[in-house]
């Protein structure tokens, strides 16, 4: 039996279905928080009825989903209209497998000992490339519900991922160059050695984190849907379990940007002198302990999306283009020269 289970390719079919199914389970338990969260601030109580504390409100909706009636409106695009749910679920979900969220030994002596489905040497390229797709989804969720409303939502995520893209790819180089590495295990580990890279280079975190903003689609930047002037935007002719499908991607895509977040910025699963006196304990011990670390940074970091979502107004249009390309687009290339300039005159950088 331990033969059977050290197979690579069966060890590797349980990291899949070990990270497909925590996804799956954060993904109704953050729309439950966002329930809650919502609530608080608006001084009401949110789901409380069925279940402790209201945490089966998300079973009733997803039965009430199933039995929902399925149409197709006239004259769509059939094939990318049952195609675009998929594509906009599925890159939270396979962005995960590239995230390392703990450690069983000594990471700085080599990958071994990392909770990780899969370790690229190029994983930060991939995870930029994977988040993209999401985009293309609500295009065509768009284009092909024969929808004015749709349509408009679906160029406005367009157009929006364009121009927030290049902030964001702005930011990574500026990253790139000061952490030296592209591989999200050595990019936590050099933050085990020196300190989180939030400290380091505050002004990339935060325009890195304006720039997931845009590509999640959240408030203050959630134009593509905006319900009071596009009825809810790209995803407005779909019910049941195509629009729960677009649902489960919003809330993927928000775990697993929060912890490429928390990896690139937020030390991952380190945490100062505690790493230290995990390697003196069990290895199962390691890896639950950093686990759970992991995940509250990311749990943190979501509750911080829903506090702005629920706290500011969604920009017009017109401020949303403006800011992207006259103001972030110029601060990012001038963050990349600052970066330069410290690493030339300061040896600012990671050898």
Known sequence: MSEFLLNPWVLLGIKIAVGLGLVMTMVPML????????????????????????????LADAVKLIWKEDFFPRNTDRV????????????????????PVGMTGNAALGHGGILAISDIGLGLLVVLAISSVSAYGIAFAGWSSNNQYALLGGIRSSAQLISYEIVMMLSIIAFVMMTGSINLIEIVVQQQETWWNIARQPFTFLLFLIAIFAELNRAPFDLPEAEQELVGGYHVEYTGLRYAWFMFGEYAALFTMCAVTTTLFLGGWSLPFVDTWLLATPWWFMGLVSFGIFMTKVIALVFFFMWVRW???????????SLGWTALIPLALANILLTAVLMEVGGFYVD
């Open 31 to 58: 729309i439950w928080m966002e329930r809650r969260v919502s609530a608080r601030f608006q001084l009401r109580l949110g789901p409380n009825r069925i279940g402790p504390f209201g945490l089966f409100q998300n």
């Open 80 to 99: 990318l209209f049952l195609a675009s749910p998929i594509m906009t679920f599925l890159p939270g979900v396979l962005i995960f497998a590239l995230i």
């Open 311 to 321: 706290t500011m107004p969604r920009f017009r249009w017109d401020q949303l283009m």
